[in-house]
């Protein structure tokens, strides 16, 4: 214990210093608009006694919904319930009897750190204040957000809680680290799975996150010109135009490469590919699994962040995706092997949940069948020939279903988003319409660059901050607690009591 403290303790400094560090240089001026702010800011009139009468005749600030509060809250805790217990269960039946618990552990322990952090400087570093890459720290330890402070939504004059924002924004980034945890599984140091974490949560879900999903919000847009100084002042892949509804570039593609980075720092497994690593429970696997289904619905359909006709356009897409991949991964198994297995069922769920979580409230039903009929055989070429070429020891297939996956989902994003296809088109704020003259091939090439620049930034993160624990504590387990099992030789229980 007393060395995990340490740890933690090692870890906070250095994130500190480095992240002070990289917001000095990524601050943006005082006087740019935030993307979000208190009622009675929004209400506030002008300084001068002269202004006084316009600013009593404007119109009164928005008040979030009721509905809309109810939904977000709602959707929060679906989030939460698929981190733990779902994506927790999913992992744990995965892995040999011995390391059930450990998994579980990592998980859980993971999530209550994140949530921390996420209060402390998370949410004001990822949408506290315009910037390219992060925020500011206006909002360090959540200041100035109080019960009356709002936050845009995607439609103007429509706010929810700030709270409530970042209450849900927490839970994206939890699992977002929750994920990475099936790539390095059965060998890694508790302590370091949590330092890294830190780390990693700091210097790569926090830029991608801000960089993917912060502007200042509609109704700042009114006119071509304030639409440019929104987008000046906007994160830098939103600024060119990226969709990215849910998270396939900030949550999938982000997670994947720093667990694929990982696989291949912390080694393989003793006696991978020699001896039998067969999943413990595929009971739990599926139990897992369908809790992963079940609230992915809080997942995509609430990060509309209001309750509306393109709510229950995220919700439909999230159902027929998923179901349409589960049908196209076991139909793969069944062709190549001559039998449908559970886990083909169960990781095709998964597979196309991630494909249609960048898409999903911008295509068409037919469009989310399609988008999880490809993404279902592409992540089963994932797990199977993928990881072959790659020749890394992803334990839980991190990589081939949630890299493949979100890969595949961002760039079909680009081609189903076309109104000509059943999507929705790209908003124009000004005009405020659906804008004319959607370019399949313009998005798809801006998809890709979103991808490119999640694989590259999350991998280098990845591996300096894999390497600065590796130095500082250590990455791996020694080879006797391996065997053991880390159930009992890094917490000293079983999931198991015979």
């Keep these: 214990m007393k060395k995990l403290l340490a740890t933690l303790a090692l870890g906070m400094s250095l994130l500190t210093a480095g992240t002070f560090a990289l917001a000095q240089t990524a601050a943006p001026a005082a006087d740019a608009p935030a993307a979000t702010a208190s009622a009675p800011e929004a209400a506030a009139p002008a300084a001068a006694p002269a202004a006084a009468p316009a600013a009593a005749e404007a119109a009164p600030a928005p008040v979030p919904n009721k509905g809309d509060t109810a939904w977000m809250t709602i959707s929060t805790a679906l989030v939460l319930f698929m981190t733990v217990p779902g994506l927790a269960l999913f992992y744990g039946g995965l ?26 400087y998370g949410y004001t570093l990822a949408f506290g204040g315009d910037g390219a890459f992060f925020g500011t720290f206006d909002k360090l330890f959540l200041k100035g957000i109080t019960v009356d402070s709002v936050a845009a939504t995607f ?9 409530t924002f970042v209450a849900f924004q927490a839970t994206f980034a939890a699992i977002t680290c929750g994920l990475i945890v099936g790539s390095f599984a059965e060998r890694i140091k508790f302590s370091a799975v949590l330092a890294f974490c830190v780390l990693w949560f700091t210097f790569s879900y926090l830029p991608m996150a801000h960089m993917v999903w912060y502007w200042a919000g509609p109704d700042a847009i009114t006119d071509a010109a304030s639409l440019e100084k929104v987008t000046a002042a906007a994160g830098y892949l939103w600024a060119k135009g990226a969709l990215d509804f849910a998270g396939g570039t900030v949550v999938h593609i982000n997670a994947a490469v720093a667990g694929l980075v990982g696989a291949y720092v912390v080694g393989k497994r003793i006696g991978y590919g020699k001896e039998p690593m067969a999943p413990h429970s595929l009971t739990l696997t599926m139990v897992g699994a369908a809790m992963l289904w079940f609230g992915w619905f809080g997942f995509n359909a609430g990060s509309n962040l209001e309750a509306n006709g393109v709510t229950a356009l995220a919700f439909i897409n999230t159902l027929l995706a998923t179901a349409a991949a589960t049908l196209a991964w076991i139909t793969g198994e069944a062709l190549s092997r001559g039998k449908a297995s559970m886990l083909g069922a169960a990781s095709g769920a998964v597979a196309g949940l991630v494909a249609i979580t960048p898409a999903c409230g911008f295509v068409g039903p037919m469009g989310s069948i399609a988008i999880g009929l490809i993404g279902g055989f592409a992540c089963l070429w994932g797990v199977n020939g993928l990881k072959k070429l790659l020749g890394a020891d992803d334990s839980l297939d991190v990589f081939g279903v949630h890299g493949v996956g979100g890969i595949v989902g961002a760039l079909l994003t680009g081609v189903f988003a076309s109104p000509s296809l059943g999507g929705t088109g790209v908003y124009d704020y000004v005009a405020n319409k659906v804008a004319d003259g959607y370019s399949i091939g313009g998005q798809v090439w801006i998809q890709l660059q979103g991808v490119l620049l999640t694989l590259v930034w999350s991998g280098v993160v990845a591996f300096i901050a894999y390497k600065l624990v590796d130095l500082v504590i250590g990455l791996r387990v020694p080879e006797e607690e391996e065997r053991e099992g880390l159930d009992i030789s890094s917490h000293g229980e079983t999931a198991y009591n015979r």
């Design 155 to 163: 439609s103007k004059g429509v706010v929810i809680p700030e709270l």
């Design 95 to 120: 892995v040999r009897s011995k390391n059930m618990l450990s998994v579980l552990m990592q998980v859980f322990v993971v999530t209550a750190l994140i949530y921390v952090l996420w209060a402390v």
